[in-house]
């Protein structure tokens, strides 16, 4: 099941992974503060990564913030009170949020409490709070979790299956294990180069360059920015590109500030009968259809 505001919080997707288990998907693309409240309970953990750029949590009615950067996350938990989500999350920022019960997630550990420090008996039922890097495997799943291209009775198993491999990965953290999984990704230049590209093709997404203009501006064989992409970012250059331009599009049609061509040009579309066709292979209706089903 996926759940999405729309309009003001157009922004935010939720998705049930299994009964109480959530992940929760931000993706602010605008240039203005995007904020989301959802009631939480105290018997749930809350796992928390920021993928692109900053956020912060609200606490105790705005007087306690906790900030999120780039490539790092966060573990919230605390028996003794629930801990509602207040987030404010930064213009063209990226935030993916797991929730899960604790009886759900010790389940899942029981028999590993020395190894995952809070799940000692002497810890179980105190909060806990812990900040860590995002690790490059982990960053990979992150990403395919925010841009999958799958049909849409493939989605649910493939979010659930993601879903335990990102918990996984946040649990396994020998100093090597990065290494083994990924040999492209231990070269720590390779992916800022990847990183670079994907932000050449947002920042110029309505005239991109060519993949071969593109290695060569970041200095990277063909090749090896295709695999890196892919194995970064779960989908082609020009496959992610297009998803990130429909989904600008949405949002800027959701403000009721844009007509149709207006969008159209802003992302990259001088022909309006193009814009249209690329919006309904995307969403399944018309740009037109989808404003009309905003003022309904």
């Not at 409240?37 to 913030?65: P, T, W």
């Not at 490059?136 to 849409?152: D, E, F, G, K, T």
């Not at 994907?198 to 064989?221: F, G, V, W, Y």
Request: net charge positive.
């Amino acid at each position: 099941m996926e759940l999405q505001k729309n309009v003001a919080q157009g922004f935010y997707k939720e998705t049930t992974i299994e009964s109480g288990f959530f992940i929760l998907k931000f993706n602010n693309e605008s240039n203005e503060n995007q904020t989301f409240k959802r009631e939480v309970s105290s018997n749930f953990i809350q796992f928390h990564f920021c993928i692109k750029g900053s956020a912060s949590f609200v606490f105790n009615e705005g007087n306690y913030k906790l900030p999120i950067q780039e490539g790092n996350s966060l573990l919230l938990y605390n028996p003794q009170r629930d801990l509602p989500l207040d987030l404010s999350l930064n213009p063209n920022s990226w935030v993916l949020s797991v929730l899960l019960p604790i009886n759900k997630f010790h389940s899942l550990f029981s028999t590993e409490a020395n190894y995952i420090t809070f799940l000692s008996e002497e810890n179980k039922d105190r909060k806990y709070y812990k900040d860590a890097r995002i690790s490059p495997s982990m960053a990979i799943v992150l990403n395919q979790l925010m841009n999958y291209n799958l049909h849409p009775t493939i989605k649910p198993l493939y979010f659930k299956a993601k879903a335990y491999e990102l918990l996984s990965l946040y649990f396994n953290r020998p100093s090597d294990v990065d290494v083994e999984q990924c040999p492209f990704l231990a070269d720590e230049d390779n992916v800022s180069k990847i990183k670079r590209a994907k932000q050449i093709m947002i920042n110029r997404m309505t005239e991109p360059p060519t993949l071969q203009q593109l290695a060569d501006e970041i200095n990277l064989p063909l090749n090896k920015l295709k695999e890196g992409f892919k194995q970064i970012y779960g989908d082609s250059v020009f496959s992610f590109l297009f998803d990130y331009k429909m989904e600008v599009a949405r949002q800027l049609l959701a403000t009721g500030s844009h007509n149709v061509n207006e969008v159209g040009l802003k992302v990259g579309y001088s022909a309006a009968s193009h814009f249209i066709a690329a919006f309904k292979k995307k969403f399944g209706t018309t740009p037109k259809k989808f404003l009309m089903g905003l003022n309904t």
